[in-house]
């Protein structure tokens, strides 16, 4: 599939903050086999007085913007062409859970898509013995990494409930799983501690979704939005390999990757300091268009 993205983020501030430093990541991601960037800008304005383009440590284009003199409003816009490739059925060459652990210690390396990354708590994700218990009880050690992740996207959404404003973005994984609702960023880090807890790594995708209307209606203009979901490794045959609770299946064409991490906190579309008092509002449009070869 072939796809133009635009997106627009933009901030305005009772008081226009005197100093700002922040990190942009919402430039898609070239991923060989999967994924490729064809084209793509990240501009902003008002012209920040410092910018620096970047690859991270996971592998992720960003910007850092710094301000030194006040501004009232501010606003990020990316406009990219992604093709995004089909990925071929496969037959389930993952380890069974009872082995993930041997596998995953005879990965010797440190580089950013190493499993080691991804196994213990990390900034947002402290383990929750709830969501421990619950996991162990769906996933039988006798389960290939597949079937436990396949078994665990089905569950969260059967149990919980889609409900936009039922949660913030700092809301802990424990409270949402308590909730039993919330959005694909809570959905996404309680897949992520409940695999953790079964010693199978797993990691954060922020991206895009393509939306299809329904029948007879047309797309509302910046009616899409970022999403995000869940990677796992599948041992050293499959490698990482997706999946998205909140649709209940594996990442497919629809899905536009933007960034890897270990949680939200690695992938955040926008982070940063203020030097400001007073409050701000904030808006964000995003457009996903398919191309007709």
């Known amino acids: 599939m072939l796809y133009d993205i635009s997106m627009k983020i933009s901030y305005t501030y009772e008081v226009g903050p005197s100093g700002a430093r922040h990190v942009v990541r919402v430039l898609p991601l070239t991923i060989p086999g999967i994924q490729r960037l064809i084209a793509g800008t990240v501009s ?32 990020i816009r990316m406009q990219a062409r992604v093709q995004v490739d089909a990925l071929p059925d496969t037959a389930d060459f993952s380890p069974l859970v009872s082995k993930i652990t041997d596998e995953t210690f005879g990965c010797w390396t440190l580089e950013a898509d190493s499993p080691h990354h991804f ?39 059967a149990q919980f409930t889609y409900v936009p404003g039922a949660t913030k973005v ?71 390999m997706e999946w998205d609770p909140t649709n209940n299946m594996m990442a497919g064409t629809d899905h536009i990757r933007v960034a890897y991490g270990r949680d939200y906190s690695d992938v955040a579309p926008m982070i940063g300091i203020l030097r400001i008092y007073g409050g701000h509002t904030t808006d964000q449009a995003v457009d996903v268009i398919p191309v007709k070869a």
Request: glycine content about 6%; hydrophobic content about 40%.
């Open 44 to 75: 902003v304005d008002p012209t920040p007085d410092e910018r620096t383009d970047f690859i991270d440590f996971f592998g992720n284009p960003a910007s850092s913007i710094s301000f030194r003199n006040p501004h009232q409003d501010l606003e």
């Open 119 to 157: 196994l213990s708590a990390s900034p947002r994700l402290a383990p929750v013995a709830e969501i421990a218990k619950w996991a162990r009880a769906l996933v039988k050690p006798t389960m290939s990494i597949r079937e436990a992740a396949t078994t665990l996207c089905a569950a969260i959404h």
């Open 170 to 240: 700092d809301t802990p994984p424990s409270e949402a799983f308590k909730l039993k609702k919330g959005v694909c960023q809570d959905f996404t880090h309680v897949m992520i501690v409940a695999l953790r807890a079964l010693d199978i790594p797993a990691g954060y995708v922020s991206g895009f979704l393509r939306t299809i209307p329904p029948p007879g209606k047309e797309r509302l203009e910046g009616a899409d939005a970022m999403h995000a979901w869940v990677r796992v490794w599948c041992g050293s045959t499959s490698g990482w």
